[in-house]
């Protein structure tokens, strides 16, 4: 089946750093989407993005589909980004199912 | 709106018991899924529906029984719990069949003991 590779798996942050995420599909994906699962479970999807780039206040992302990968940038991190970011993608031809990565668990600290 | 609600938010069952986790939107979204967390593992799907009365299984089906009646309820069913189905279970709802932007309710944490 399809891989969903994300790094870094664990990142530190300074309050005010920037930060870069990256997802790889071992796949050709499509409606692929960025969520973030704050400390006390809840998950909130941040994108919607099968391609190009969108911004969202200090997030934004880039999917270029024909290079299987996606980036989230955080710019101004604060302690209230703190949490697990998960990529999400559908194979081509691969029915009505999204298929998750791991997750890079961010923690922001002052 | 509510959005996407779930019921119970934590569950304790023993070993062979039987149980029903809600599900429920009232966003009128044709596409529900019910997804497993395990710690390490990321999300897995169990089951989607594409609409009423249309289910299929995702990644992890076995030990689980779905249903759609209606737009609006999605309930996943354990005949016989196991500790193995010990997790954090979500359930996700999109506006179109053909998989657009996931909402997910707050979450059912279950422990089989």
């Known amino acids: 089946g399809i891989q969903v590779e994300q790094s870094p798996p664990d990142l530190i942050l300074q309050e005010g750093a920037n930060s870069t995420l990256r997802c790889n599909f071992s796949?050709?994906?499509?409606?692929l989407q960025w969520f973030h699962q704050n400390p006390w479970g809840q998950l909130i999807n941040l994108f919607y993005?099968?391609?190009g780039t969108k911004q969202n206040g200090r997030l934004s992302a880039t999917t270029v589909a024909t290079e299987r990968y996606s980036l989230l940038y955080i710019s101004s991190s604060q302690t209230t980004d703190s949490g697990v970011y998960f990529c999400?993608?559908?194979?081509?031809?691969?029915?009505?199912?999204?298929?998750f990565g791991t997750g890079t668990q961010l923690k922001v600290e002052l | 709106n509510a959005g996407v609600t779930q019921t119970p938010k934590f569950q304790v069952l023993k070993t062979g018991q039987s149980m029903t986790l809600q599900c429920a939107q009232d966003?009128?979204?044709?596409?529900m899924s019910w997804y497993r967390q395990d710690p390490g593992m990321g999300l897995r799907l169990i089951h989607y529906?594409?609409?009423?009365?249309?289910?299929d299984q995702g990644e992890v089906p076995n030990g689980y029984n779905v249903s759609r009646s209606t737009t609006e309820d999605f309930p996943l069913r354990l005949l016989s719990a196991a500790p193995s189905q010990t997790s954090v279970y979500f359930c996700?709802?999109?506006?179109?069949?053909?998989?657009?932007?996931?909402?997910f309710g707050p979450g059912t944490r279950l422990t089989v003991t």
């Open positions: 796949d050709s994906v499509n409606n």
């Open positions: 993005i099968p391609s």
């Open positions: 999400a993608g559908r194979v081509t031809g691969g029915g009505n199912k999204l298929t």
């Open positions: 966003m009128n979204h044709e596409y």
């Open positions: 996700a709802s999109s506006h179109t069949r053909l998989l657009g932007e996931q909402y």
């Open positions: 529906s594409v609409g009423a009365g249309i289910t």
